[in-house]
Structures are given as structure tokens and as C-alpha cells.
């Protein structure tokens, strides 16, 4: 069966960044998603688009069909009291926020000052190349319930 909209496919695969460094990688055949929802990013779905069962691909995909291209103005210096008091600012720790129009993001802390805590509001992973190796396990049918929801039922 192909890969097309509305399909659930399962797929193994290994991310690495352009030094090679894995980042992700799931070979157990444990990973699926809904083809077509916007479940995985824009430029690994695109490649995916019209593949088959056991077919392999390497996917190379830029920061504008995955995470976005880093934003300078998404690091910020926010006061410490802003954070709660009863625990330990590190750097590395992620925290919910809001910007100033009211949208969800999540936040790392990349450095801890004596007021002052620095917060970068880009994905980890935003403006690098995302490199995959995929292999293709199976692609089924998604119940009416899946498409429903739009996401994979385990
Ligand atoms: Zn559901």
C-alpha cells in the first residue's frame, strides 16, 4: 500500500544534523503517524508523499519545511521573580509561556543571572538541516476514529 493522505504509516527511522550527531532515532517499529495531518514536519511528509511498504529513503530537510530558521528576538532576559520560587533555575530546563499575543510556547533557559534568567523561545532543533533515514515498516488504512482526531490510536 502507498503513501497518501489519510493513511497510517509506520515508519523506523535515525535524524542526525549535519555533523552526523544522532538526535533521534526509533528502529522498532514503534512510531506512526496520520499521512496527511501534519503530524510529522512539513519537508519529511512531502518526501514521504507516494512511497511504498520497505522502501528506504534519505531525506534531507531545511529549516523552512522543519522547525523554522532560529529568530534572534525569541532569546530574552526575563526577571527572575517571573519564575517560581521554590525551585532551581538551571540552564537547559524548559518552561511554558506565552507570548505577548497570547500564543503557547515552550522555552529553554540558556543562562541563569542573579535576576535575571535567559529564555530562548526556538525549537531546539530550529535552523538546522534535519537529516533522515527512513525505512518504511507498513502503511494501513486509518480508522474513521483516527481521522476523527487526527492522530494515530495506539
Ligand atoms: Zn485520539
Known sequence: ??????????????????????IDESNDGSFA???????????????????????????SVSPA???????????????????????????????????PDGTPVVVTVTAVGDDTVTVDGNHPLAGQNLNFEVEIVSVRDAQPEELEHGHVHG
Request: aromatic share 6%.
Open 33 to 59: 503517524y496520520l499521512h496527511g495531518a501534519n503530524n510529522i514536519i512539513p519537508g519529511l511528509e512531502k518526501a514521504l508523499e507516494g512511497k511504498d511498504e520497505g522502501e528506504k529513503l534519505s531525506v
Open 65 to 99: 519545511e522543519g522547525y523554522g530558521e532560529r529568530d534572534e528576538q525569541q532569546i530574552q532576559e526575563v526577571p527572575r521573580e517571573m519564575f517560581p520560587q521554590d525551585i532551581e533555575i538551571q540552564p537547559g530546563m524548559n518552561f511554558h509561556a506565552q507570548t
Open 1 to 22: 500500500m502507498k503513501i497518501e493522505n489519510n493513511k497510517v504509516v509506520n515508519i523506523n527511522y535515525k535524524l542526525t544534523d549535519d555533523q552526523g550527531n544522532v
